[in-house]
Nanobody, 127 residues
Framework: QVLLVESGGGLVQAGDSLRLSCVASGRTFNIYDMGWFRQAPGKEREFVAAISWSGGSTYYTDSVKGRFTISRDNVQNTVYLQMNSLKPEDTAVYYC????????????????????WGQGTQVTVSS
């Protein structure tokens, strides 16, 4: 009952920046956490960042801390991922997702905690 559409991916060089956006539509009133995951070719989908409904709680995987920033606008039902100092190892398809349950502690960080997923946007970082 939630449609997620990502945008903002592209082809960049190492050190460049990108800002990903994900717009949610449908039954957005009961969304708690919104997260970003990524999947590189031949790799398992992994957690990148997540943010609580109010934006007061965020969590990042270690490999992107200090470089990526997640934010959300509940009026526009949009979550963003600002990616700075991109590295070739950041190359992946990036997916946004929504969680409709309350996290016991902090924000949800596991794939199985998220109910709806976007189709993904490709980020390619060259050396």
């Amino acid at each position: 009952q939630v449609l997620l559409v990502e945008s903002g991916g592209g082809l960049v060089q190492a050190g460049d920046s990108l800002r990903l956006s994900c717009v949610a539509s449908g039954r957005t009133f009961n969304i708690y956490d919104m997260g970003w995951f990524r999947q590189a070719p031949g790799k398992e989908r992994e957690f990148v960042a997540a943010i609580s409904w109010s934006g007061g709680s965020t969590y990042y995987t270690d490999s992107v801390k200090g470089r990526f920033t997640i934010s959300r606008d509940n009026v526009q039902n949009t979550v963003y991922l600002q990616m700075n100092s991109l590295k070739p190892e950041d190359t992946a398809v990036y997916y946004c997702a929504t969680s409709h349950g309350v996290a016991p502690s902090g924000v949800h960080r596991e794939k199985y905690d998220y109910d709806y997923w976007g189709q993904g946007t490709q980020v390619t970082v060259s050396s």
